[in-house]
């Protein structure tokens, strides 16, 4: 099943665009029509989505919040007075799709991609370096962060493997210093990505935590990989998966009344982990999150659920996935932005250079708050956020941990 949707360019009148302006927002500096040239083309941007396939039950949130924030900041006048044309459609989680979008956005003549996964992220790092095309997602794998590898990659949270840093951290802490750790991870690139540097950080820094991945089976359950874990005497379940897995795993913890703890990373540390696993079942658990939930109320959410709430919704219906896809695509904006004001074409190869001098205050949404890249590390932010399931709620334990916290 394929799914687009093309958000394009509209005319706004003057006055439409002066007062659409009034309500404020931080997406622009001048409002619509400031660019010195007085160029009003629309910029093309394409978006490669998980909407239907084995990631599609967080893809479709981060899809939503992408267009969201398109939707919103056209009404305000687009980018120095021109409208973002988005071309988003879901690529199922395959591969091969991916780089059928992706071919088709360059014949389109997009300026620069926003893609997804970690398999398709990897397989177009040679083609969106040769053809110099600035290409975000919501893969956080460390290698698409170094710019002589990936210079035309750009990772705005921290890497899947700070994530785990941080995990092992807090893990070391709270087991008065020394505990087995289960890692459970998606059987992907994706999955594998912070493994292998999990069990160095454990070397590098003397913790003294025993460490063990098992990559997560297709079934209905998770008993079998538990019973795996409990006889390594794992006592902390790590995981590097999407929510619903995830949720099963606390429900067979909970069924088999296991003594352990999850932590889980990125893209199982939200809400749908609780609704689908069950309050009760998800109490105790630790999500460690670089995006904060609604239940945060950071400032940077203020804008987001004043859009949504005058479309007929909240930012606490959507989730934190919404406003994940709606920063990430917030900061390629920013880039694109400072490509314009410093003049000449907009050209894939001047919005790189833009980002890599960019600095976004995302209003503690994302990581430390700040994100910034620069011409040497393609790495936006460091710092995530620590929660704990309680009352069905993510409750903040603490902000900002880096690995080196």
């Not at 039950?57 to 992408?66: E, I, L, Q, S, W």
């Not at 620069?112 to 992220?121: K, L, N, P, R, V």
């Not at 400032?299 to 004043?306: S, T, W």
């Not at 001098?357 to 700040?370: H, L, N, P, Q, Y």
Request: proline content about 5%; charged content about 20%; glycine content about 12%.
């Amino acid at each position: 099943m394929k799914f687009s949707i093309r958000i394009a360019a509209v005319a706004t009148s003057a006055a439409a665009a002066l007062a659409l302006s009034a309500c404020g927002g931080a997406a622009t500096d001048d409002g619509p029509g400031a660019g010195a040239s007085g160029d009003t083309t629309p910029i093309k941007i394409g978006i490669i989505a998980d909407r239907t396939g084995a990631t599609g039950d967080v893809g479709t949130p981060y899809n939503d919040g992408m267009l969201g924030y398109i939707d919103w900041l056209n009404g305000k006048g687009g980018i120095k007075g021109r409208q973002i044309d988005a071309d988003s459609n879901d690529y199922a989680y395959k591969v091969p799709t991916a780089e059928e979008l992706y071919k088709k956005y360059v014949n389109d003549e997009a300026v620069a991609i926003q893609g997804w996964g970690t398999g398709d992220s990897e397989a177009l790092r040679t083609k969106v370096s040769a053809d110099k095309l600035p290409f975000m997602s919501a893969s956080y794998a460390e290698a698409l962060t170094d710019p002589k590898e990936s210079p035309y990659n750009f990772v705005v949270a921290p890497t899947y493997s700070d994530q785990m840093r941080v995990a092992l951290n807090w893990i070391a802490k709270d087991a008065g210093g020394q505990a087995e750790v289960a890692v459970f991870h998606n059987d992907s690139p994706f999955g594998q990505a912070p493994v292998a540097d999990g069990q160095a950080w454990i070397s590098e820094k003397g913790l003294k935590l025993g460490y063990k991945a098992y990559p997560m089976p297709k079934t209905p359950n998770q008993v079998g990989l538990l019973t795996q874990a409990k006889s390594q005497g794992a006592k902390y379940i790590v995981i590097q998966n999407v929510s619903s897995p995830a949720a099963q795993v606390a429900k067979d913890i909970k069924a088999q009344g296991l003594d352990m703890k999850i932590v889980c990373l990125n893209w199982c540390a939200d809400e749908l982990f609780i609704k689908t696993a069950g309050a009760d079942n998800a109490e105790g658990h630790i999500l460690v999150q670089p995006f904060a939930p609604p239940s945060a109320k950071k400032p940077g959410h203020a804008a987001i659920d004043e859009y949504l709430k005058s479309k007929g919704s909240s930012l606490a219906d959507k989730g934190l996935h919404y406003a994940q896809g709606w920063y990430t695509m917030d900061i390629m904006a920013k880039g694109i932005e400072k490509a314009i004001d410093a003049g000449g074409e907009l050209t894939g190869e001047a919005i790189k250079k833009a980002l890599e001098s960019v600095s976004v205050d995302t209003g503690g949404v994302v990581g430390s708050g700040t994100v910034a890249f620069t011409a040497d590390s393609h790495r936006g932010s460091t710092g995530t956020g620590i929660y704990q399931v309680k009352g069905g709620e993510m409750v903040e334990l603490a902000a900002n941990q880096t690995p080196e916290s």
